[in-house]
C-alpha cells in the first residue's frame, strides 16, 4: 500500500479536541445539546515533540504534504498546531489546515499566515452559510470572530480556500457567499454534498440553548454550481455527469491511500490506512484476524516508516480486497460513496 520511493502524503488528525458542536460529526451527540460524545472523544492531541521525532530533515525531504484534518478534532485545538507548522514549513513541506476558524486570536492567525506561506500551504475554512446560517451546523462558533480571523490570515497573502456544505437552510446563500469569498480574498470556493444524509433527508439535532432543529437535504447539489461571467454564480437545471473514473485497483477497489502513498495519523498516535477506516470496528476485526496487536502501529511506539512499511499495509489490505472482506473499502473505494465536490 505504501512505499518508500514515492514521495508521502500524510493526512494527520493532530487532536479530538473541537469548539464547535457540528450535528453530523461523529464527535457530535447531536440529540445532546450537541455535546461531545464522551465515548469517542478523550482529549489527546499530538505535540510539536511527535513532530521533531518523525519528521526530522530526511524525512520532511521525503514528504510532499501533509493535510492536517480528521475525524474527530479540529486541528487549531492542538495547543501546538502553530509550533508543528512552523517546524514542517521551515522544512519546506506543504500542508493543508482544514478549520471551522473559531478558535484563536487574529493576531495568532497572521503567524500562522506567515508560517504556511512559506511552502505555499491552504487553509481549508469551513463556513457553511453566512452570518445568521453559519452556526446552525457550525455550532457554537461566532461569524463576526471567524471574519476576523479569516482576515487576519488572507492579508498575509498565504493561500484560503471557502468550503461550503450545502443543506436546505444555506442553499439560498450560495451566490452571496462565493461573492463574498471573492472579495474576501479566498482563492477558492468548494461547494460539498455530504453522505450523511443516508439515513433519511431529515437530521435532528438539539441546539445547546435547547431549540430542538432539523438538517434538510437541499434541493440542489453542488455539481450543479459555475462560477458566473458577472462574478456570481450560474445554477444549471440538473447536475452534470461527473465522468466516471475507470476501475484500476484490485478488485475494483481503487485504494486512495495507495494511489496516493497517503496514510492517516490518529491524535492517539495510531497509523491507519486511511480517515475511514480509522478507529472503526472493522479495523479492529481485521488486525485481530491477522493476529495485530494495536500497539504495534502507534508512532509513540515504533519509527513511522517501519510502521508504514509493515503489515497489514505491505500485503494483507491488498489480500482483503481481493477477496472482497472490508466492507468500508467497497464502498468508499469500490463504489466511491463519498463527499461529491464541486470547485467553482
Ligand atoms: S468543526 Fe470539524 S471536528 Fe469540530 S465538530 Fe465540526 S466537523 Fe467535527
Ligand atoms: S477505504 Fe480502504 S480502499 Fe479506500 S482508501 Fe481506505 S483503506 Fe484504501
Not at 487532536?15 to 461531545?36: I, L, S, V
Not at 479566498?186 to 439515513?199: A, K, N, P
Request: hydrophobic share 35%; with cysteine.
Amino acid at each position: 500500500m505504501f512505499t518508500p520511493d514515492r514521495p508521502y502524503i500524510f493526512h494527520i488528525e493532530l487532536t479530538d479536541k473541537c469548539n464547535a458542536g457540528c450535528p453530523m460529526c461523529p464527535r457530535t451527540d447531536a440529540m445532546n445539546f450537541c455535546k461531545p460524545d464522551r465515548s469517542k472523544v478523550f482529549n489527546v492531541e499530538l505535540g510539536l515533540a511527535d513532530f521533531q521525532t518523525h519528521f526530522t530533515d530526511a524525512f520532511c525531504a521525503r514528504t510532499d504534504e501533509i493535510v492536517f484534518g480528521g475525524a474527530y478534532g479540529d486541528p487549531l485545538a492542538a495547543s501546538q498546531l502553530l509550533e508543528i507548522v512552523e517546524h514542517l514549513t521551515d522544512r519546506g513541506v506543504r500542508l493543508a489546515v482544514s478549520t471551522n476558524g473559531g478558535l484563536r486570536p487574529p493576531a495568532w492567525w497572521s503567524r500562522l499566515g506567515r508560517a504556511m506561506k512559506r511552502t505555499g500551504s491552504r487553509l481549508e475554512l469551513h463556513l457553511d452559510g453566512l452570518a445568521d446560517t453559519n452556526h446552525l451546523y457550525r455550532v457554537n462558533t461566532r461569524w463576526e470572530r471567524i471574519m476576523e480571523n479569516a482576515r487576519a490570515y488572507i492579508a498575509t497573502g498565504a493561500r484560503a480556500e471557502w468550503h461550503f456544505i450545502i443543506f436546505r437552510h444555506n442553499q439560498h446563500q450560495i451566490e452571496d457567499a462565493y461573492r463574498l469569498s471573492r472579495e474576501m480574498g479566498f482563492e477558492e470556493f468548494t461547494l460539498i454534498d455530504t453522505i450523511r444524509f443516508s439515513g433519511g433527508p431529515q437530521y435532528p439535532y438539539v441546539m445547546p440553548g435547547g431549540e430542538q432543529r432539523v438538517l434538510e437535504l437541499p434541493d440542489v447539489k453542488a455539481a450543479q454550481f459555475r462560477a458566473g461571467e458577472d462574478g456570481g454564480v450560474a445554477v444549471l437545471e440538473r447536475p452534470q455527469a461527473a465522468a466516471e473514473a475507470p476501475r484500476t485497483g484490485v478488485n475494483g477497489i481503487d485504494c486512495k491511500s495507495a494511489a496516493f502513498n497517503r496514510p492517516y495519523i490518529s491524535a492517539h498516535g495510531q497509523v491507519s490506512a486511511c480517515c475511514w477506516v480509522t478507529g472503526s470496528d472493522e479495523e479492529a476485526a481485521f488486525f485481530a484476524a491477522n493476529g495485530l496487536g494495536p500497539d504495534r502501529y502507534n508512532i509513540r511506539n515504533r519509527p513511522l516508516e517501519d510502521i508504514l512499511l509493515d503489515e497489514p499495509f505491505a500485503t494483507l489490505y491488498a489480500r482483503a480486497w481481493t477477496a472482497d472482506t472490508l466492507k468500508n473499502c467497497r464502498h468508499k473505494c469500490g463504489k466511491m460513496l463519498r463527499n461529491r465536490r464541486n470547485t467553482l
